[in-house]
């Protein structure tokens, strides 16, 4: 290969054409004066997609996250959610320092918080106890290597936490992923959450941005707090534009993604010393016996294929438009090599 192929992230991926044309000729104002009419057209696009009433276009998937939380808790609340969720993981612990809370992490097999799991969280109320006030779920889930949640254990985790008196968030930053696995709308795996977030520059290739979905009330609520939190901008309809043409142009290709996992799981599965889960979605994990993890990945950089150290003893890849089947082949070899390469020489 005369490239590096880079499977750390589908966040890597570079916007199309067609987004960069669309970027260049966007109809824009000024957003804070909600004026940015490209802006107002996707919220409303993706807020109806998603079941919603409004939505809120965020430069981040975290921003949205955090905005979410603080909508939906006072400071001393707790909120459930995985114990390897991304609001745990990479936040830098943002619930607790702008939103005062901090996560009850439970510890699941897929990455799903199951109404059984809701349910026994459930604590007698006390003055001396903080409460929990938010769910969490997040769908795919990406530490649990892409996972995919189904409607009906999506659907029975809201009930539950409705039933119990909290609001539900959905971090839905590959969604879209999710809905494609499953051959599933998108409304379907977050009917009855309070929000939920999607994001646009992950596989569906825009440059940037994440949409925040809920009703208009919080919505309102959502737009003080991301101006609070310095996300006011102004003509964003140059990167509206481009998340207009990734919604309407780049989510049935997702599938593609999936399949090149599948056959880059096939072939690292004969890797020395690993073992390699089929996945959901487009991303791929694989975990060692042994702590080789980074002496793998420089090795695998050597031959040119970028991968993310995820712990000493595992590795992720990611796949997206940007890299083709055959690339996503020829990484799957260059892994057997490096692990063979690397525990021989142990």
Not at 102 to 122: L, N
Request: with cysteine.
């Amino acid at each position: 290969m005369n490239r590096t192929i880079d499977l750390r992230s589908d966040t890597v991926t570079q916007p199309t054409e067609a987004m960069r044309k669309a970027m260049a000729e966007a109809d824009v104002g000024d957003d804070v004066f909600g004026e940015d009419r490209t802006a107002v057209r996707l919220q409303e696009r993706v807020a109806s997609t998603l079941g919603f009433e409004a939505a809120i276009f965020m430069p981040t998937g975290v921003m949205s996250n955090e905005v979410a939380i603080r909508l939906w808790t006072r400071p001393g609340d707790e909120v459930l959610c995985d114990a390897h969720s991304h609001v745990v993981d990479y936040e830098l612990s943002g619930m607790a320092a702008l939103s005062g809370v901090m996560p009850r992490p439970v510890v699941t097999g897929r990455g799903h918080v199951t109404a059984r799991d809701v349910e026994t969280a459930r604590r007698p109320r006390s003055y001396y106890r903080s409460e929990v006030t938010l769910l969490i779920l997040e769908n795919t889930h990406n530490l649990a290597g892409g996972t995919v949640t189904t409607a009906a254990d999506m659907q029975a985790s809201i009930t539950m936490a409705h039933e119990l008196g909290l609001k539900v968030h959905v971090d839905g930053a590959r969604l879209w992923n999710a809905a494609i696995a499953l051959g599933c709308d998108l409304k379907e795996l977050v009917q009855g959450a309070d929000s939920a977030m999607v994001t646009l520059s992950k596989g569906l290739c825009a440059p940037v941005g994440s949409i925040l979905c809920s009703n208009r009330a919080a919505i309102e609520s959502a737009r003080r707090i991301r101006k609070q939190l310095g996300g006011g901008m102004r003509q964003i309809g140059h990167l509206a534009a481009a998340g207009l043409v990734a919604v309407e142009t780049m989510v049935a290709r997702l599938a593609e993604d999936h399949a090149k996992a599948q056959r880059l799981a096939e072939i690292t599965s004969g890797a020395r010393g690993a073992s390699v889960v089929r996945p959901d979605t487009n991303i791929l994990f694989v975990n060692f016996d042994s702590p080789v993890a980074q002496r793998v990945g420089d090795h695998l950089q050597a031959s040119g294929v970028r991968a993310s150290v995820m712990t000493e003893s595992a590795l992720r890849f990611v796949t997206h438009r940007d890299v083709s089947l055959a690339e996503c082949e020829f990484a799957g070899s260059a892994l057997v090599e490096a692990a063979g390469a690397v525990i021989e020489a142990l």
